[in-house]
């Protein structure tokens, strides 16, 4: 159940989801503004974590469907490495409930300063495809990242969206290509996690379905957004989101 029952409640999980989706759908990083609203909203951590990866499971599926259908997603590698991101997803959060996941913070803030650092120098990186075929290193390195960044996900979560662009950017995909295989994988890690959570108890279903329906909304106006407008678009917008998530961490890192 909602742990405040107003419509005002209602009202911030839905916009919250709508803004979530939105970022999340394009760029990733859409748990920036959902898992706080959960947060604000009342919600212990465990149970905002837990509803978070519903809402989450219901946004990466509808913009993973969105890039499908347009032909964004590179199926032959994400039907491989999709399993292996369901896994690591479900192992993160399974993990989680027996370790701390904060000492993970400074090493990911130094990860997503030089993912964000790299990507502003190289001005033309993403913007145009630099593979020539699906090698056999692709696949492999593919069912790694999902392994591992899936783990990640489940165990902590920050900057998840932004190591799968990456990722697949450094993998000559264009950014639009990038986040369609990103959101795809991402769908994976959130759908193991979210099992996970649901095995503790650790999932409030009513608001995790609110939240879920507006990042329904904004995957849709997302995704349908990086298709039409072009790589050129997603990149500063890719910049931008892994920036603010540095600051995230960098505030939570130093606060008291």
């Known amino acids: 159940?909602?742990?405040?029952?107003?419509?005002?409640?209602?009202?911030?999980?839905?916009?919250?989801?709508?803004?979530?989706?939105?970022?999340?759908?394009?760029?990733g990083g859409g748990g920036l503004i959902s898992l706080p609203a959960l947060l604000f909203v009342g919600f212990p951590p465990a149970a905002a974590l837990g509803t978070n990866k519903l809402a989450g499971t219901m946004g990466s599926l509808t913009s993973s469907l969105s890039y499908l259908r347009s032909g964004k997603v590179t199926y032959r590698v994400v039907l491989v490495a999709f399993p292996l991101a369901v896994l690591g997803g479900a192992t993160g959060a399974v993990v989680v409930h027996h370790l701390p996941s904060s000492f993970l913070r400074p090493l990911v803030l130094i990860l997503l300063i030089l993912v964000a650092g790299y990507t502003f120098?190289?001005?033309?990186?993403?913007?145009?495809?630099?593979?020539?075929?699906?090698?056999?290193?692709?696949?492999?390195?593919?069912?790694?990242?999902?392994?591992?960044?899936?783990?990640?996900?489940?165990?902590?979560?920050?900057?998840?969206?932004?190591?799968?662009?990456?990722?697949?950017?450094l993998l000559g995909f264009n950014f639009v290509n990038a986040s369609g295989n990103a959101r795809t994988l991402n769908f994976g890690t959130n759908l193991g996690?979210?099992?996970?959570?649901?095995?503790?108890?650790?999932?409030?279903y009513l608001a995790g379905i609110i939240l879920g329906a507006g990042m329904v909304i904004g995957a849709i106006i997302g995704s349908?957004?990086?298709?039409?407008?072009?790589?050129?678009?997603?990149?500063?917008?890719f910049i931008g989101v892994t920036c603010f998530v540095i600051l995230q961490q960098l505030y939570t890192l130093i606060s008291p």
């Open 193 to 204: 996690a979210l099992g996970a959570f649901v095995t503790v108890h650790a999932v409030d």
């Open 1 to 27: 159940m909602l742990y405040a029952h107003h419509a005002t409640i209602y009202i911030i999980l839905a916009v919250s989801g709508l803004l979530s989706g939105f970022i999340d759908s394009t760029v």
């Open 121 to 169: 120098w190289n001005k033309r990186l993403g913007l145009t495809e630099n593979r020539t075929s699906l090698t056999r290193s692709v696949f492999l390195f593919a069912c790694l990242a999902a392994l591992v960044v899936g783990f990640y996900d489940g165990f902590f979560g920050p900057g998840t969206g932004s190591f799968f662009m990456m990722i697949f950017v």
């Open 224 to 237: 349908q957004f990086a298709i039409r407008r072009g790589a050129k678009y997603v990149r500063p917008l």
